[in-house]
């Protein structure tokens, strides 16, 4: 067994993640009353959230209020430079704080003007203070998220002043619009800064977010790991099973990949190396799990949610539609990592150094109850902002059940500050993102992406799939999953409806490469942050991580020629169907059991083993088979399930005669 040496010294998680998850930069005051300044106002915050569930106000009143508080926050939590000092607060940073209140208090004063006697057409000031407030978040999302979101965004802006010239190509080409125009669109209607990004942002990101603070307040984390230990632990390099299984659990809650990459790889990844993998394939299992956490139900990273906003589908529906493809593509991964365990005969954890899942679910089993309680609201369709509302009263109710986990006052207000601190990173990114609509709706620039991405197709389905991909990914790199899921559904997904490829479908296509984004090098953050907890190569553990993670760049092709997989029948919808017949449970086994079978192959084919070493012959067969196997036709199944059987069974004699029979 090839072990890797343990480092002298355990790596610093939270420089690593500061690294490369900008979001966690932030300051940590040395005053008494700056901490509980802003710990007072993150906390205040939270409670206008809860209280909004039952008491909604205006969107545009409401959305304000999120973004300027939440900029408030950005400006006292982030410092301008990396190297700046973060113990203090500045003093400008304590006036671009003021400023973002005040974006929010003359929305609020002059809402029935804007309303009523101006309808919507901005004056003087109003487009002073749109400019204003533009200009305080694109700083701000500088400051929490990096260069490339604010960027995106400055040239999306930019277009509406010169598209009218005549030097852009004449698809390219619109009216003159005015400032008025521009920044009217932006700051006074709900198409633009106050979008449904933003609406998704308040109604339900930040409760979800808030949620995952009081589970992680309560020991969920602790309770996935010692879970995943129990089941996995044993087997055939277990630690890179529990890898897998915990992390899958706790990227489907928090939703944020290089977060949950560095809390469970701190744990996970020198438990890999020690029973044997290499540092680079370690980092890239925690990688590849963490990102599959946004495509799996019930809460998909919260990302569920939003698709439900922007399509106007039951969540229930999409939840159900996202259980095969997730599961199937956690299946692949756990495949490749007992393959190589194999390979290189990796061993198990003792079981006598594990927990008993008898003594895991005694002493924390009741943390499932919240979770269950959502899903039986959220079926029993109820509204999503109080579902989740009552499942955090829940998680605090159920906590108390036992020593271990109850929460004591200061964690419940430490739960409510930390929700909040943590949600600024989607709202300023989805407020970015608001900008980018509200110049596409103002413009139409999305019917120009859709007749670009349409035109490469060249009238070829699977070219215009491809080519949504790519723009997907694009557009994905470097960016948070819900951002990036909207920017994808704004202006990749409608080229898909011109081959009547309906809503649902074409949402999670591209869904599905917005999130592997994280994972693709070369801009892979989340396996770049697996690598610096492994001690690993940053660009050998993104291409890992992407050999990982290939299941999920083909699945999403396979259930747009086979949406059984989504378990709907779309015969005769329409492109715009909101309501979706379950498909027949034989459609279903099929695709599924053809899936299975091709990822068995696809994963002993990448890692070369089966039983035993697969010769290179075989491997380039195994793979071939797998792609026939995912390929929508009759004829490629049947082939590819022969070549793949055939192989199997080579190997499996070949196994045989090489082992003892006692040990067969």
């Not at 569930?53 to 410092?79: C, D, E, K, T, W």
């Not at 990114?429 to 019917?447: D, E, K, N, Q, W």
Request: glycine residues 8%; hydrophobic residues 55%.
């Amino acid at each position: 067994m090839n072990k890797q040496t343990e480092p002298a010294v355990a790596p610093d998680t939270q420089a690593i993640q500061e690294k490369y998850d900008k979001d966690s930069r932030t300051r940590k005051f040395s005053s008494k009353g700056t901490i509980w300044t802003v710990t007072i106002l993150a906390v205040l915050y939270s409670l206008f959230h809860l209280y909004m569930v039952f008491n909604p106000m205006p969107a545009l009143q409401q959305r304000s209020i999120h973004v300027a508080v939440g900029l408030a926050l950005v400006y006292m939590l982030y410092p301008m430079f990396k190297k700046q000092d973060r113990s203090k607060l500045p003093i400008l940073d304590w006036v671009l704080a003021a400023a973002s209140l005040f974006t929010a208090g003359y929305i609020l004063i002059e809402y029935q003007a804007i309303v009523t006697e101006r309808g919507g057409v901005p004056n003087t000031v109003d487009i002073i203070m749109a400019i204003v407030t533009v200009l305080l978040i694109l700083e701000a999302a500088r400051r929490v998220t990096g260069w490339i979101l604010p960027i995106l965004a400055l040239i999306f802006l930019a277009y509406p002043f010169f598209s009218h010239m005549d030097f852009l190509p004449n698809m390219m080409m619109t009216r003159p619009f005015d400032l008025g125009d521009i920044f009217g669109q932006l700051y006074l209607k709900t198409e633009g800064l106050y979008s449904t990004a933003i609406g998704a942002s308040v109604n339900f990101i930040f409760l979800f977010i808030l949620f995952g603070a009081f589970l992680q307040k309560s020991g969920m984390g602790q309770f996935f790991n010692d879970l995943a230990l129990a089941l996995a632990g044993a087997q055939r390099g277990g630690p890179a099973k529990v890898a897998v299984v915990s992390s899958g659990f706790m990227g489907s809650i928090n939703g944020a990949a290089v977060a949950n990459v560095v809390s469970t790889g701190a744990f996970t990844i020198p438990l890999m190396k020690k029973v044997g993998y290499h540092r680079n394939f370690a980092g890239a299992v925690e990688a590849s799990a963490s990102v599959g956490g946004q495509i799996l139900p019930p809460i998909m990273g919260a990302s569920a949610f939003i698709m439900a906003e922007t399509t106007g589908i039951n969540y229930g529906t999409i939840a159900l539609a996202a259980m095969f493809p997730a599961l199937l593509y956690y299946f692949a991964v756990i495949m490749q990592v007992h393959y190589r365990a194999g390979k290189k005969n990796l061993l198990g954890i003792p079981k006598a150094d594990l927990p008993r899942i008898k003594e895991v679910m005694k002493e924390r089993g009741h943390l499932l109850i919240p979770l269950v309680g959502l899903i039986v609201m959220l079926f029993m369709n109820m509204p999503i902002p109080r579902a989740a509302i009552f499942t955090i009263f829940l998680t605090i109710i159920v906590a108390t059940l036992r020593k271990t986990t109850r929460m004591s006052f200061r964690d419940i207000f430490d739960g409510l500050a930390l929700g909040a601190q943590q949600a600024l990173s989607v709202m300023i990114a989805c407020a970015v993102v608001g900008i980018i609509i509200g110049v596409v709706s103002l413009t139409s620039f999305g019917a120009i992406m859709t007749s670009a991405i349409a035109g490469l197709g060249a009238g070829s389905l699977f070219l215009t799939l491809f080519f949504t991909m790519i723009a997907s990914m694009v557009l994905g790199m470097g960016l948070p999953s819900i951002p990036a899921y909207i920017i994808t559904a704004t202006m990749a997904a409608p080229a898909l409806a011109e081959f009547g490829v309906p809503i649902l479908l074409a949402h999670m296509f591209v869904f599905y490469f917005g999130i592997f984004a994280n994972v693709t090098p070369p801009v892979a953050l989340a396996a770049f942050a697996g690598a610096g907890i492994a001690d690993g190569d940053p660009m050998k553990t993104g291409f890992q991580a992407l050999r990982l993670s290939l299941a999920g760049f083909l699945i999403p092709f396979i259930f747009i020629y086979e949406p059984a997989m989504l378990l709907v029948d779309i015969d005769g919808l329409m492109t715009n169907a909101r309501e979706y017949p379950l498909a027949s449970f034989m459609d279903v086994a099929i695709v599924v059991a053809s899936t299975t079978i091709g990822l068995i192959a696809l994963a002993a084919g990448l890692e070369g083993f089966f039983k035993t070493h697969v010769n290179p012959l075989f491997r380039i067969l195994l793979v071939i088979s797998a792609l026939l196997l995912v390929v929508p036709e009759g004829y490629t199944d049947i082939i590819g399930l022969g070549m793949a059987i055939a192989i199997f069974a080579v190997n499996y004699a070949k196994w045989k005669k090489e082992t003892p029979a006692a040990l067969h």
